[in-house]
């Protein structure tokens, strides 16, 4: 890596952001002495220094709200740093948004041009590439038409196709790959990795992590401004979940809770185990996974249903199940219990998870308790066939 | 293993110089570098001229006729109103002639003040989007507004061949230099506002309000004359003559109001015309110099103001 040339340099690069509450003149009048005070400050980048080589895949990751945007905008020009320098060469095309300047009351061919030249192309190599555009595009059949009688789908064909058309040494992305149907995110993808073997030098904001994961070869994660992380993507990804968990609210444990006026079922503990873990302790992909979840019911007088909820950091269910789903029955009587659930080749891919476990009585309202939650994380390995469904099993026991 | 491509393609890079992004410091080499910058998208300029005017009247099937509905609709309103109604036709020779070449150099200053205040405003997709050196768009502005000039001039004067008033002397010039001078004077106020509307966004009602009545500080639709009746020789009279656009109305009159030439009709003229104009030239463009610098400062938070 060190071989190559360095494109982009930022040095002590700090963006303050200052927040007007007054826009027009009359309230800035009015509020002129109390001005500086309703003037909010954040720093939305603080001491950010970098350098990209020539041919790196950087992605720029981080919670909303955490700079990576205003970095991605900072490196192309469109805002300026408060504090620091941003050098650069060779030619940049920022897709930060599809089809920047398409004007619906042009036709596509106008369209093409217009956007081509926002991007930097001169009207030659436009002409030159029009074909190819089109053609990527598919949508010959309407380049004359005004784009405002066009589906999203074709704009965003058309936009596309004018955007990799760009011959840029730097390219920037800000989540334009989540627009788009299947077959046009493999089409962005695959151009991705075209330009990736051509060596150009891409920098791209995402909030997919397995996208991040798949495509870049360099990871900053990013907090409040400030750059925590700088290194591979796998590493950076951990990073990245790490601080999600930070931010959220842990759970509390049933055991602070105070007893409700009626007996509710009470979870202990519960557990999850692998038939395959590497050296850290994390489960591998594609190993079976084991959940055991320790409860007794006091009270007869509901049925209870068992409920399992897996998510990837930061809080996306990834995976559901309850004993009815399973074909199980709680008894009512009162008594002790062990449920132990099999998830066999576990489909999950890297990443740290939460498991939850919850008793509810299976009719009504009933009150219901916190969850019992129990973290654990998927090792990242390479080449693990993932099956996209899997059957839990499940017995229960009384203890 | 190495693409070739991409070997190549690191060479070149390696070869550029890294350079500084952003705001051009430097009062003088900034101005150089931003105005070198904008030659370079000279193409995209023509473009975004080209997309203002095509989307203006796209749906319309008279199409660019209307552009000179509005200027013909002021000349029968002013002709028929202030000339016949009121009179001033009897005192103003030519009279629909007069009123029209000043229609004309009034239109030109009023729509590139008017769109380029609001240009920024109106492109803050492609501002917050894409780096771009921002003074396209009120630049964007004035090339629309030159095109609606000419196509008004051109019928001005196909009016004056008609009319067999066609201007043969050299006052001609006077109308050259007032254009040159009028644009310059326009382009610097409108890069400004341009600027400045982002920040404080009542200015653009207020540039509307203004522009009604600068309107009728400068002879269009009464004639020089009658302000040297009222004010002359008075220090009036040179706060008046200290106004850009009356200065350019007055040269536009000048050159192609030929009626405004003939010594029987006595029709008094401002002294020292042609200095005043290239006094006024020069400090338009020590203006939009100014005006540039101020911008390149405003621009830098555009992206997020907006």
Same mark, same amino acid.
């Given at each position: ?9 930022l /040095?002590?690069v ?15 009048a ?8 309703h003037?909010?400050?954040f ?39 408060t ?27 106008e369209? %093409?041009?217009?956007n081509?030249?926002?991007l930097g ?20 059949a309407?380049?004359?038409?005004? %784009? ?7 704009y ?9 058309h760009?011959?840029?040494?730097l ?13 046009? #995110? #493999?089409?962005?993808l695959a151009?991705?990795a #075209?330009? #990736? ?27 409040h ?19 999600y ?31 395959a ?81 919850s008793?509810a009585?299976t ?8 969850? /019992? ?6 090792a ?5 066939e ?6 839990? /099993?499940? %017995?229960?026991?009384?203890? | ?16 110089p890294?350079?500084?992004?952003g705001?051009h ?14 030659w370079?998208?000279?193409e ?26 509005r ?5 029968l ?16 020779p ?24 609001v ?16 003074e ?15 196509v ?7 009016a004056v ?24 004077f ?12 982002v ?30 009746n ?5 220090a ?13 109305v ?9 009626a ?14 042609a ?7 020069l ?5 939009l110099?100014?005006s ?11 992206a997020?103001?907006l």
């Amino acid at each position: 890596m060190s071989a190559t040339p360095t494109i982009v340099e930022l /040095s002590g690069v700090s963006k303050k952001f200052v927040l007007h509450q007054h826009k027009s003149l009359k309230e800035r009048a009015v509020a002129f002495s109390a001005a500086r005070k309703h003037q909010e400050a954040f720093w939305a980048l603080r001491d950010i220094d970098l350098q990209i080589a020539t041919g790196t895949t950087l992605g720029l990751v981080g919670h909303n709200g955490s700079g990576k945007s205003t970095l991605l905008k900072v490196i192309g020009g469109i805002i300026q740093p408060t504090t620091g320098v941003v050098r650069r060469r060779g030619r940049l095309a920022a897709l930060l948004e599809l089809g920047a300047g398409f004007h619906p009351d042009l036709t596509g061919r106008e369209n %093409v041009y217009l956007n081509a030249s926002i991007l930097g192309l001169t009207k030659a190599e436009t002409s030159r590439f029009f074909d190819a555009i089109v053609d990527f595009s598919g949508i010959e059949a309407f380049i004359d038409t005004q %784009v405002k009688f066009y589906s999203s789908g074709m704009y965003v064909r058309l936009a596309f196709a004018v955007s990799v058309h760009v011959d840029p040494d730097l390219l920037l992305i800000d989540e334009v790959l989540a627009v788009g149907d299947e077959p046009f #995110q #493999q089409k962005c993808l695959a151009k991705i990795a #075209q330009f #990736q073997r051509e060596g150009r030098t891409i920098v791209y904001v995402s909030h997919s992590s397995d996208q991040v994961a798949q495509l870049c070869d360099r990871v900053l994660v990013l907090d409040h401004g400030n750059m925590i992380f700088d290194g591979s993507a796998d590493e950076g990804i951990d990073v990245l979940r790490q601080t999600y968990t930070d931010s959220t609210p842990s759970f509390v444990s049933p055991k602070s809770v105070s007893a409700p006026a009626y007996a509710l079922p009470s979870v202990g503990s519960l557990r999850i185990s692998s038939s395959a873990i590497d050296t850290s302790g994390a489960f591998m992909p594609g190993s079976d996974l084991l959940v055991t979840l320790d409860f007794s019911n006091d009270d007869m007088s509901q049925r209870l249903t068992a409920e399992i909820s897996i998510d990837i950091q930061p809080g996306v269910e990834v995976y559901r199940v309850s004993t009815d789903q399973l074909g199980i029955e709680i008894p009512r009587e009162v008594g002790a219990y062990t449920l132990a659930i099999t998830l066999p080749q576990n489909p999950f891919v890297s990443g740290s998870y939460s498991l939850r476990a919850s008793l509810a009585p299976t009719q009504g309202d009933g009150p219901h308790q916190q969850p /019992s939650v129990q973290h654990f994380s998927i090792a990242s390995a390479a080449g693990v066939e993932r099956s996209n469904s899997f059957n839990a /099993s499940a %017995v229960l026991r009384t203890r | 293993m190495i693409d070739p491509e991409a070997h190549l393609r690191s060479v070149r890079i390696a070869l550029l110089p890294l350079a500084e992004v952003g705001r051009h410091r430097g009062a003088f080499a900034g101005t150089a570098k931003s105005v070198g910058e904008i030659w370079d998208r000279r193409e995209l300029l023509g473009l975004l001229v080209r997309r203002e005017l095509r989307a203006r009247y796209k749906n319309s099937s008279l199409g660019l006729v209307w552009s000179l509905m509005r200027p013909l609709s002021q000349l029968l309103i002013y002709y028929f109103a202030v000339g016949q109604i009121i009179g001033l036709a009897r005192a103003v020779p030519d009279f629909a002639i007069f009123v029209f070449v000043g229609l004309t150099a009034w239109t030109l200053f009023s729509e590139i003040i008017s769109n380029s205040t609001v240009s920024i405003i109106s492109n803050q997709g492609l501002v917050k989007k894409v780096y771009l050196p921002r003074e396209i768009f009120p630049l964007a502005s004035v090339g629309s507004a030159l095109f609606g000039f000419l196509v008004q001039f051109i019928v001005l004067l196909a009016a004056v061949v008609v009319l067999g008033r066609f201007p043969t002397s050299w006052d001609i010039l006077y109308a050259a230099g007032a254009f040159i001078m009028l644009v310059t004077f326009a382009t610097s106020l409108g890069v400004l506002l341009a600027g400045l509307t982002v920040y404080a966004r009542d200015l653009e009602h207020l540039v509307e309000v203004v522009l009604a009545v600068l309107f009728w500080a400068s002879p269009i639709v009464y004639s020089y004359s009658f302000v040297q009746n009222a004010i002359g020789g008075s220090a009036l009279e040179q706060i008046y003559l200290a106004n850009p656009i009356t200065v350019a109305v007055l040269g536009f009159q000048r050159g192609l109001w030929v009626a405004g030439s003939v010594p029987a009709n006595g029709v008094s003229w401002p002294p020292d015309m042609a200095t005043r104009m290239v006094v006024i030239f020069l400090l338009s463009v020590v203006f939009l110099w100014f005006s540039q610098r101020i911008f390149s400062r405003l621009q830098g938070n555009f992206a997020q103001e907006l």
